[in-house]
């Protein structure tokens, strides 16, 4: 029950991005709050059209809002987004690892290409996330967990997504 709810969730934010007007409302929201006119003379699109994309966002758990006299203010919900699509790949990086596990056990080494398994670092061995700004968080498996991984790795894209560069 709870895993349906977690998903059902997860549908929610993942159809709020498929739209390319509702991500550039989440863009211009990075850069502070924005009042509904504010944001909807930023589209060539009717207002009624850019509440609309207002709702899914809110319903996705992706903006608040609050009401500042006749006013409706929106702010962004960064955690939301991060915690859903970090949680979504720490699951395919869980996934695939426990399958590159399996297949070592069978004895079948998994298909890479010559010189693929380092990173534009060069280095080998050890679980790393980009940052937007190009910093390298480096966090040795053998001594990180692979939730506390996941958990670094959200944890930076947070401060990315607040922090990273005006489109």
Known sequence: MAQEKDDSQADAVFRALADSTR?????????????????????????????????????????????????????????????????????????????????????????????KDKDKSGSTGHAGHRTAAGAKLMLPPEETSAPARGEAARAAKVADWRTGPDD
């Open 23 to 115: 991500r550039r409302i989440l863009r211009d929201l990075r850069k502070g709050e924005l009042a509904a006119g504010d944001i909807a003379s930023h589209f060539p699109i009717s207002g009624p059209s850019v509440s609309r994309h207002l709702a899914v966002l809110k319903a996705a758990g992706l903006v608040t809002e609050r009401r500042q006299a006749n006013k409706v203010i929106y702010s962004l919900v960064p955690e939301r987004l991060v915690l859903t699509v970090g949680s979504f790949l720490t699951a395919l990086s869980t996934d695939s690892a426990s399958s590159r596990s399996q297949r070592k056990k069978k004895g079948k080494a998994p298909d890479k290409a010559p010189g």
